[in-house]
């Protein structure tokens, strides 16, 4: 079984609208980062999260961590082109290792 | 130049050759890393190394090998390749826990 799931596996958003991704553990987080990845390239870091509640905010990209640290959300807010990708996210579950979720596709239609 | 730059991009070898990707860093990082990446699977984790003298595997590590030459390199091989390890591959790097990791840019693997 997966330890980090992501959903949804894929999104179409209109122009403009906003969406969230959501990525849960099924163990306690000690750190959760998210990554931007344009289609066959490297990664891009968005941003890191690792206190219960915590609230990061990155341009138009709005990252939280619940209090019990099991979940993160991603909301873009008034979506673009430039949004589009694979948003990964990455957990740390002390063994200082970082392990990915299964990605979610992200398309951005005019 | 990148901060993590593998080499080759892209490369098309036949089953059972022996083939090695290479991996180096200008971060001066201890922590080197390297992924797969599959279609609906993710990044997964194959090696990982904390320092010059410190291998350890991943979940994913059966059918191949590292070796970290110094602290800015970290190779991958495949010592026999076969079709289902047909992937794009990362490596990684990071400074200590709770930090950043910087990508490269990727190689895609394709065995036939």
């Known amino acids: 079984s997966q330890e980090l799931e992501q959903s949804p596996q894929s999104l179409i958003v209109q122009e403009g609208k906003n969406l969230t991704i959501n990525c849960t553990s099924s163990?306690?987080?000690?750190?959760l980062y998210w990554y931007k990845q344009k289609y066959g390239e490297g990664l891009i870091f968005l941003m890191m999260?690792?206190?219960?509640?915590e609230e990061k905010s990155h341009e138009k990209i709005t990252a939280k961590l619940d209090e019990k640290k099991q979940q993160s959300s991603l909301h873009i807010t008034a979506s673009q082109p430039s949004h589009a990708g694979i948003y990964l996210c990455?957990?740390?579950?002390?063994?200082?290792?970082?392990?990915f979720g299964t990605g979610t596709r992200l398309t951005i239609i005019p | 130049d990148a901060d993590v730059t593998q080499t080759p991009r892209n490369r098309i070898t036949k089953t059972g050759k022996r083939i090695m990707l290479e991996c180096s860093q200008t971060?001066?990082?201890?922590?080197m890393y390297w992924y797969r990446q599959d279609p609906g699977l993710g990044l997964r984790l194959i090696y990982y190394?904390?320092?010059?003298?410190?291998?350890n595997k991943g979940e994913i590590s059966d059918g191949y090998s590292v070796s970290r030459q110094a602290q800015a390199k970290f190779s991958l091989s495949l010592e026999s390749a076969i079709p289902n390890q047909t992937a794009l591959y990362f490596c990684?790097?990071?400074?200590?826990?709770?930090?950043?990791?910087?990508f490269g840019q990727g190689t895609r693997l394709t065995v036939v």
């Open positions: 990684a790097t990071s400074d200590y826990w709770g930090t950043e990791a910087f």
């Open positions: 163990k306690t987080l000690y750190g």
């Open positions: 999260l690792q206190k219960g509640g």
């Open positions: 990455g957990a740390d579950f002390g063994n200082e290792k970082l392990t």
């Open positions: 971060k001066g990082h201890d922590r």
């Open positions: 190394s904390f320092d010059v003298k410190d291998i």
